[in-house]
């Protein structure tokens, strides 16, 4: 067993959470901050050639185990910071603190129950590299801000890991190192760019249920979520407002779109392989529940990597630069406006909780309609009620489901406050063949012999904000 001790030597931590400068505090320390750490003092100390295998050593190991306590976060004051500048030798008094702009900047904090993480990696053994690592640990002056002090050293004898690595997708996300990190930093710091996250692992509290072996759908449960601020925010115009986030989506994401958001092939065609799904995240399910839209949420599938996901999405999320959220309206007219932005939260502190991802995908195997499942089949005759029963089985098994052992369809949903499914606009079929031009929907409530992991999106609308399931 080997570990790496940090003792943050003021009580306290200063790391923003990655994506969210000034916002929610980061911990546990990722294993990739730390180790962005180390390679920062190995810079700093002369680039040994020793330490530099010692490094290359430890990124290329397992992924690690954490132990660390709780702490209590504390309310991001903001402060107005001079901006760092170079200016030519004519202008250098201007460098003076006094004579520099100031910058809005905010700086997460929290004050630690026990100062001192471990980061752990049962199987690894350091051995032929130990002095290496012993002299880059000495040589650690903080982890995350400049401002969060901290003394670390080798440990052999670590206490009982209580963050584990999950068994596969899901947990807390945190950044990991992988074999090549170092390189990759290495040419981003010589670029004078800032380095990007590009390994996340789901990590489970000691005693957590890992629940990632479930039967799961072909959709990501790490959910991108976004509060929703305005007027007009009814579940009934989920179809309305999640088209207007997808206008959003295409106008800020980069060019080239790939096929994963665009749901396009290059040659323009219907793309066969699932895509992101755009959700409304509504207050239903509890008593004096009314339906009101509280959020949108982007379902990635499960293929999409981490890394690529952040850099496409990167205009969306995160801050502005004087420290705000960046906030997108989406709608704007006399009875319908709609603003959204990422809600405040951190590991410690979470969303509301219908803005929560696990409100929407914990397992489960009973799930309940919040907006009706299109069909997608018109359906008449003696027969209607059993052909749409195996439809919305056949729907389960399309996104990578098990078949329902029961299917039930009604007008009603058996959530409060969810409107009946009447009041829901149908959508329109690309063609007309054999209908009315729209396509059918109706509220279910769908049983599995097992647990299943969300998100369930069901129907042909599944990518339009229909057929949305919560689990009972």
């Not at 799930?367 to 069909?375: A, R, Y």
Request: glycine fraction near 8%; include cysteine.
């Amino acid at each position: 067993m080997f570990a790496i001790a940090i003792n943050y030597l003021n009580g306290r931590v200063a790391a923003s959470t990655y994506g969210s400068p000034g916002g929610a505090v980061e911990w546990p320390p990722h294993p990739d901050r730390v180790f962005m750490a180390l390679v920062a003092a190995w810079g700093e100390t002369g680039q040994d050639a020793d330490a530099e295998q010692a490094l290359r050593w430890l990124e290329s190991q397992a992924t690690p185990s954490l132990a660390a306590g709780e702490c209590q976060t504390r309310q991001a004051v903001r402060h107005y910071v001079p901006v760092n500048d170079d200016r030519p030798p004519a202008q250098r008094r201007q460098l003076l603190p006094e004579s520099r702009s100031r910058q809005p900047r905010q700086f997460a904090t929290a004050t630690l129950d026990n100062p001192t993480a471990h980061i752990i990696w049962p199987d690894a053994d350091p051995a032929e590299h130990l002095p290496a690592l012993q002299r880059l640990t000495a040589s650690l002056t903080s982890v995350g801000h400049s401002s969060s002090l901290a003394q670390a050293w080798v440990d052999d004898n670590p206490p009982p890991a209580n963050w584990r690595p999950a068994a596969g997708p899901g947990g807390y996300q945190m950044r990991v190192p992988y074999d090549g990190r170092l390189d990759d930093l290495s040419t981003t710091y010589a670029s004078g760019q800032r380095p990007e996250a590009r390994r996340w692992v789901g990590y489970l509290r000691a005693g957590a249920a890992d629940t990632t072996e479930r039967p799961h759908s072909v959709f990501t449960d790490r959910l991108i979520v976004f509060e929703a601020t305005g007027a007009g925010l009814d579940l009934r115009a989920a179809g309305q407002l999640t088209a207007a986030f997808r206008n959003l989506i295409l106008a800020q994401c980069p060019e080239p779109l790939p096929e994963w958001i665009s749901g396009h092939t290059p040659d323009g065609g219907r793309s066969e392989s699932p895509h992101v799904a755009l959700i409304p995240l509504p207050f239903v399910g509890r008593q004096h529940a009314n339906g009101r839209v509280m959020g949108l949420a982007i379902a990635l599938p499960r293929t999409v990597p981490d890394a690529e996901a952040n850099r496409l999405f990167h205009n969306l999320l995160g801050y502005e630069t004087n420290g705000e959220l960046k906030s997108h309206q989406i709608m704007r007219g006399r009875w319908n406006e709609a603003t959204l932005r990422q809600p405040e939260s951190s590991a410690r502190q979470p969303a509301r909780h219908n803005l929560q991802a696990d409100t929407w995908t914990r397992p489960s195997d009973t799930w309940h309609t919040v907006t009706p499942v299109t069909l997608d089949r018109y359906y008449k005759g003696p027969d209607k009620a059993r052909l749409e029963r195996e439809n919305v089985a056949e729907q389960c098994r399309r996104i990578g489901l098990p078949s329902p052992v029961a299917v039930a369809l009604g007008p009603v949903s058996m959530l409060e406050g969810v409107p009946p499914a009447r009041e829901f606009p149908r959508l329109r079929r690309r063609s007309d063949q054999g209908g009315n031009g729209e396509w059918q929907h109706t509220h279910a409530t769908i049983i599995f012999d097992a647990p299943v992991r969300g998100p369930v999106i069901l129907g042909s609308g599944r990518y339009r904000g229909y057929g949305l399931c919560r689990p009972a």
